[in-house]
């Protein structure tokens, strides 16, 4: 049973940073894309970084320059390092991870199968 566990989570002034972590387990294949996703109040939910098996990472222009998603396929970890934070980017941010690695759209939310449950991310001006 495949299980993501986020954390790291709370609440920053703009401008600040966070390094959010995601613990998976339950999923032993080397195929996989893995990736973050955030749902502010009222919004979709939106992919923010994303990486896959072979380390290609993708991210929403909205982040670019800003966050980058990083692995510890040892730790079975990921992680999201976001800096110059903006009250834009409040939200629930998720984990979520897919048994493809090719995916064609990979920062689509439903192309994910699997999910944890969120961890909250509050940026003030």
């Known amino acids: 049973q495949v299980r993501l566990v986020e954390s790291g989570g709370g609440s920053v002034q703009s401008g600040g940073s966070l390094r959010l972590s995601c613990a998976a387990s339950?999923?032993?294949?080397?195929?996989?894309?893995m990736g973050w996703f955030r749902q502010a109040p009222g919004k979709e939910r939106e992919g923010v970084a994303v990486i896959n098996t072979y380390g290609r990472t993708s991210y929403a222009d909205s982040v670019k320059g800003r966050f980058t998603i990083s692995q510890d396929n040892a730790k079975k970890m990921l992680y999201l390092q976001m800096n110059s934070l903006k009250s834009d980017d409040t939200a629930m941010y998720y984990c979520a991870l897919d048994r493809d690695a090719l995916l064609r759209f990979p920062l689509v939310p439903h192309e994910y199968n699997y999910w944890g449950q969120g961890t909250q991310v509050t940026v003030s001006s």
């Open positions: 339950g999923y032993t294949s080397s195929n996989y894309y």
